[in-house]
């Protein structure tokens, strides 16, 4: 029955590449989708999720990194005083308008930390050094964002409001995909920068000296660090109460509520998994026409081996190895595709398409019921077949 089997499904090697060109993609338009969500999701959380605090402590009302409520910078000598803190760094997240030196006006999101710290880090530089932030009015960007930004090289220069910006080196792998492109700064700078215009003008206005924060500014998150063999939790608990309107988080609880809000309060979650159904669809209706127009050009073998005595199992058998074998070879060369397109696309366009080992056997388990399920289809013209058929002219 194997060898029947096999048979069937390579005797006509170009009607096999044609159906397995349609599973590969289908089972490339399943592992695309579910990989851009995850992928997507994922990026959401990047800059908590790769920092080095094992606390973040945010406004009662923070929803994510860009949805919160400002808290007072006083709160940041707070959170140093309490039992437990090792070091705590503040953070400062906020909506700006870039003009580049073409002209060209664009949304970022200027991320302010202190540069000589160590909690938040600013993904992998690639060009510049940290330290660098330290002079007034000077910026990372992420490296994929410099032909939206219009810029080439380090020391290129553009404006954040209405002040001139300079940019001193170049960042990757913290860039979210849901969000405008990352201008990382000092706190001071980020500080000047929100007072300066909104929109930028077209000519720059001349920067004033910075000031250092004071205990009336305010910023948007307080990264901390625990003292060696901290239970977390009691470090939380003990951070909410000496810090009334904020809430403390681990670390990977911060990511988690940011990706949940991308992934189930706004309508991305559903657009992608529709595009993951139709992409099962469109598999199961390609693999069911091939199996029944093999099971038809077939008729007289399958009433052979039924006047020999054959069970309905056994043509159920070699009917589900053909569609094994059709997963099979239609998931491997998918997988391929699908790996190499997502590191293509997070270098160069920082879209993270995120297949994991868990998404891989998902995706495989996902191609083997599309197959088998369509092969209910061609069963049903099998089983009916008389042996008859064998001796007729």
Known sequence: MVSLARKNLFEDKVRFLVAEAGIVFAVGLVTIQVGILHGFTRSTALLSDRSRADIWVASNDAINLDLTSPISYDRLRQAQKVAGVAQAEPLTVQGAVWRGSNGELNTVRLIGFDPNGTLLTPGTITAGKQS????????????????SLGLQQVNNTGQVGSFRAQVVGFTKGIQSNADSPFLLTSLQS???????HSVSTATPVTSPPLNALTPQDSINFILVQAQPGQDLQALKQRLDAALPGTHAYTRQEFADKTEYYWEKRTSVGFIL???????VIVGSVIVSQILYASVTDHVREFGTIKAMGASDWKTYSIIVEQSLWMALFGYIPAMIACIGLGAWTATTQAVLILITPVTAAGIFVVAVVMCTGAALVAIQKATRVEPGVVFRA
């Not at 980020?190 to 300066?196: E, G, I, L, Q, R």
């Not at 998994?273 to 992409?279: R, S, Y």
């Open 190 to 196: 980020a500080k000047a920068y929100s007072c300066s």
């Open 132 to 147: 660098d932030l330290n002079q007034p009015y000077s910026i990372m960007v992420d490296s994929t964002d410099l032909q």
């Open 273 to 279: 998994g529709l595009g993951a159904i139709v992409g």
